[in-house]
Nanobody
Framework: QVQLVESGGGLVQAGDSLRLSCAAS????????MAWFRQVPGKAREFVAG????????RYTDSVNGRFTISRDNARNTVYLQMNSLKPEDKAIYYC????????????????????WGQGTQVTVSS
């Protein structure tokens, strides 16, 4: 059984940075695409960033492009989300997701591709 555990969330001011981590256990995720999603109460979960298993491709939603960077350390079975220049609208619960079944969908943003999810970590940005 795969477990994903996010950490690194917190309360920051607008313009600050945070780095989220997602540590996987139970099996290696070297061959799995990974992603970060976020959700605010009353809204659908939103794709934020994704990274191919090979590290040769990344994708970002427009609102975070240029501010957020997704990366992974396959040796540590961990994926990261570096968030810079945070804005109040970035406030959400951030979830890590893994394509454990290795469906390798055409689009990294395809939520149905991801079959394992973390419990989420809260990010709050004050203005």
């Amino acid at each position: 059984q795969v477990q994903l555990v996010e950490s690194g969330g917190g309360l920051v001011q607008a313009g600050d940075s945070l780095r989220l981590s997602c540590a996987a256990s139970g099996r290696t995720l070297k061959g799995s695409d990974m992603a970060w999603f976020r959700q605010v109460p009353g809204k659908a979960r939103e794709f934020v960033a994704g990274i191919r298993w090979s590290c040769l491709g990344t994708r970002y939603t427009d609102s975070v492009n240029g501010r957020f960077t997704i990366s992974r350390d396959n040796a540590r079975n961990t994926v990261y989300l570096q968030m810079n220049s945070l804005k109040p609208e970035d406030k959400a619960i951030y979830y890590c997701a893994a394509d454990v079944s290795q469906r390798w969908a055409v689009k990294l943003s395809a939520e149905p591709m991801y079959d394992y999810w973390g419990q989420g970590t809260q990010v709050t940005v004050s203005s």
